[in-house]
């Protein structure tokens, strides 16, 4: 993705409105729900951390990755009241800085289909869980008609009466939506195709779940 869009206006404005997204929302709870009852987890590409933040609450162990310090330093402002079990790694997500299955989960939302070594990067997250682990992401099919899901955090702003409030930011995330993160996804794929790679990787137990994202996106768990 590129670097400058990420860090500058854009993320702030990414932030405002998807706390407002009933989609994102759902993709949010998914993957919280998926790591459930685990000790120690990997936020792979935490972004600015809303899924960290609610495993954190959860009174789990987080490690966040991710390779933007922007996002970094918005995720320690979001988590300073759970510093206590939060480890924060400012690392690419293709070459993780852990030693061999020490994560009980790892989980990674909309991030993976960003990088440039994608199967590279899912063999290092195999690496890194432990034996039973349980893996959980979420990604694009297609880079494609991203049209939907900006109208659809469109109608929940205007909905909740906040469009005055957010119309600047909703100005500034449709830009960066369309102009930089759509040609940004490096790697989409079907549900049967990345239960393909996955289980050639290792993984066990692949299993597709819903996902609100007008057939765009795919949620999967596994297991190591």
């Not at 987890?41 to 789990?60: A, F, M, P, Y």
Request: with cysteine; proline share 3%; glycine share 10%.
């Amino acid at each position: 993705m590129d670097t400058a869009l990420w860090e500058g206006r854009y993320l702030d404005a990414y932030d405002r409105i998807l706390e407002h997204s009933s989609i994102y929302s759902q993709v949010k709870g998914f993957h919280v729900k998926a790591m459930s009852g685990l000790g120690t987890v990997l936020d792979s590409g935490c972004g600015t951390g809303n899924v960290t933040l609610e495993l954190l609450k959860r009174d789990q162990k987080v490690y966040a990755l991710d390779t933007s310090r922007k996002a970094m330093e918005m995720l320690k402002k979001k988590c300073s009241q759970y510093k206590k079990n939060l480890f924060i790694r400012n690392a690419s997500m293709e070459i993780l800085p852990f030693g061999d299955g020490i994560f009980d989960g790892v989980t990674s939302m909309f991030a993976m289909h960003f990088v440039v070594r994608f199967e590279g990067a899912l063999r290092e997250h195999f690496r890194v869980m432990r034996p039973g682990g349980t893996f959980a992401i979420t990604g694009r099919i297609t880079p494609g008609n991203s049209n939907l899901v900006l109208n659809s955090y469109y109608e929940d702003i205007r909905k909740k009466g906040l469009l005055p409030e957010h119309r600047k930011d909703i100005e500034i995330f449709g830009e960066g939506i369309m102009k930089g993160v759509s040609g940004s996804i490096l790697h989409p794929h079907t549900f049967k195709e990345m239960k393909e790679i996955l289980e050639r990787i290792g993984f066990r137990f692949v299993r597709e779940h819903p996902n609100p994202y007008f057939g765009l996106c795919y949620s999967i768990t596994a297991r190591k």
